[in-house]
């Protein structure tokens, strides 16, 4: 176990079993590959699931009121947009966590942020629109925590497939 | 291959582009005729805003249209980012097995940062218990053999914010 205690979380981890119905898992299962670019994506996913296309834009918009899903919509890829990403980790003691959360957060740059259980205990997604930028996002976050930032761009790309079946 | 740079170069966005990035930063309208929609805000006809989404998608600047769970709330509460001392001289080979094993979703090489930090291979495990994801490192540290000389498995006690790539305005940078 790291150092740093427990100061509270932003959205904790629950010990409830996810419960869904089969319109549900369904739908999730299957958008999260990716809505056909067709003229009527929504009508042509609820006719694959066998669901009307009110019944699918109902749930859709459910999923995302009560968290089930972060977000609906394209996902960039920003590299290919001619920008900069990269991971990068910090080691934030805990008396000074939730102010660091707090400011790393602040940044737009930040796409993704996750508290780990390791020494280096912070650890977020910056994408900026120009390879330059994360450099100078770094700086920038270093100033304002007063923490140094571990910088961890990929050098080689392996494999990336996320998916969750439920 | 894994480092495409190439694909970067013909990824120029339009101005269009740009417009409709910026307009479904959030998400993509949930409405019966989306592209329409759009089309809308922007004075663009619904075929040509649906013709740019199906150009960024081919060219790589967009992965997909698509719905991104919360994976705890899947059930998939054991998020472990696992990482390993991989030498120099295998790494290349080895983390192509390793992204190649079925479970692991991201699998890429990144830098040391000694004396903190001696992993530079990273392969993020998602199970639905601790015993699961550990049981599939092992599986790692099994391919990996001689040629690791450490590992440990990263969890995550919390999500402190997941809010996707954003694009911001062009004005605001400077």
């Known amino acids: 176990m790291s150092a740093t205690a427990e100061p509270k979380a932003r959205r ?155 | 291959m894994s480092i495409s740079t190439s694909k970067s170069e013909q990824a120029k966005l339009t101005e269009q582009d740009r417009e409709l990035i910026m307009a479904t930063q959030e998400g993509l309208p949930l409405v019966s005729d989306p592209w329409g929609e759009l089309g809308r805000q922007l004075g663009m006809r619904a075929e040509d805003v649906l013709a740019r989404f199906q150009q960024m998608q081919n060219s790589g600047v967009i992965r997909r249209v698509a719905a991104v769970p919360d994976h705890y709330k899947l059930g998939y509460r054991y998020n472990g980012m696992t990482v390993w001392d991989v030498s120099d001289s295998a790494i290349s080979e080895m983390g192509q097995r390793v992204g190649d094993l079925p479970f692991v979703s991201h699998c890429y090489r990144r830098p040391r940062h000694l004396p903190y930090w001696s992993f530079n291979l990273f392969a993020m495990v998602h199970g639905t218990s601790r015993e699961e994801v550990e049981d599939k490192a092992r599986q790692i540290k099994d391919l990996l053999g001689d040629s690791c000389a450490g590992n440990t498995i990263l969890y995550s006690s919390a999500i402190l914010k997941k809010t996707g790539l954003r694009l911001r305005k062009q004005k605001d940078t400077p």
């Open chain 1, 12 to 166: 904790p981890m629950s010990d409830d079993k996810p419960v869904f119905t089969d319109i549900e898992r369904a739908i999730i299962n299957r958008l999260q590959y990716g809505l056909p670019l067709t003229l009527t994506p929504y009508q042509d996913v609820a006719d694959e699931l066998g669901i009307t296309e009110q019944q699918l834009l109902d749930q859709l918009k459910a999923l995302l009121a009560n968290g089930t899903l972060t977000r609906f919509g394209p996902m960039f890829h920003a590299g290919e947009m001619g920008g900069g990403l990269t991971l990068a980790a910090m080691r934030i003691p805990a008396e000074d966590y939730d102010r660091v959360t707090e400011q790393v957060n602040s940044f737009p740059e930040v796409a993704h942020n996750y508290r780990r259980e390791h020494e280096l205990n912070m650890w977020f997604v910056l994408a900026t629109e120009t390879p330059e930028g994360i450099a100078d996002t770094i700086a920038r976050i270093e100033a304002l925590t007063g923490y140094p930032v571990y910088n961890m761009p990929k050098e080689q790309e392996f494999h990336v497939n996320l998916h969750f079946e439920i």
